[in-house]
């Protein structure tokens, strides 16, 4: 076979090339996933690829995170207009919401793969662009997984220190405006808070979060 067939190595393109290979496939994603893109998001999918898939070569990893991140707004939107939830639906995908996606991806590809260290990783990343934000609802989960991931990785005060603000801020929340999530994840943190505690050999600190859990 070597007679007919010749080994050839194709170079992975600068960033401005990916950038014009995404931009040509644009019009497509958008189509597909009916969502409209803006103009710079390109940019950012390309610079994200770099940053956070260096085992990757571009174009494919950009195109692998624009696809993903479109898909996942799909599904969103899908859900937000069966739910009525007009603040959860996007018009378009903007670079905040590409940036947002794509941590959302990251943190959940890893926790898949039980790469809990990476997950606290892209946990700490995300909470600081949704403190910057303003969004305490997704700064609220963000916390929650991060509290699995240091409760995994046998970190329990940090772990707990996570649980408690996810708690924090899901009270808050709920004390604005009543949060249909509230209860379920106040309920899934105390349990968690609980477990650590047993292992821990505080006893009463478990006993006393069970029984708050069963009082809600």
Excluded at 130 to 144: I, P, R, V
Aim: proline residues 2%; glycine residues 4%.
């Amino acid at each position: 076979l070597t007679a007919y067939f010749e080994k050839m190595t194709v170079e992975e393109p600068d960033e401005q090339k990916a950038v014009a290979i995404l931009e040509s496939r644009r019009k497509a994603y958008e189509e597909f996933h009916h969502l409209p893109i803006d103009d710079d998001v390109t940019d950012e999918i390309v610079r994200l690829a770099k940053r956070y898939m260096p085992d990757r070569r571009l174009p494919s990893s950009a195109l692998d995170l624009l696809d993903r991140a479109l898909a996942s707004a799909k599904i969103a939107n899908e859900m937000a207009l069966m739910t009525g939830d007009t603040v959860g639906y996007s018009s378009e995908m903007s670079t905040e919401e590409i940036n947002n996606r794509i941590l959302k991806l990251l943190i959940f590809w890893h926790f898949d793969k039980n790469e809990m260290v990476e997950v606290v990783n892209y946990s700490q990343k995300a909470i600081e662009r949704y403190e910057q934000q303003g969004d305490l609802f997704n700064k609220a989960g963000c916390y929650n997984i991060l509290g699995i991931a240091y409760q995994r990785t046998g970190q329990f005060e940090e772990a707990i220190d996570s649980y408690n603000l996810s708690n924090f801020l899901m009270t808050q929340l709920n004390d604005e405006e009543a949060n249909p999530f509230y209860e379920k994840s106040i309920r899934y943190t105390k349990n968690n808070m609980a477990a650590i505690y047993s292992s821990m050999g505080e006893f009463n600190l478990a006993e006393e979060m069970f029984s708050s859990c069963m009082d809600m």
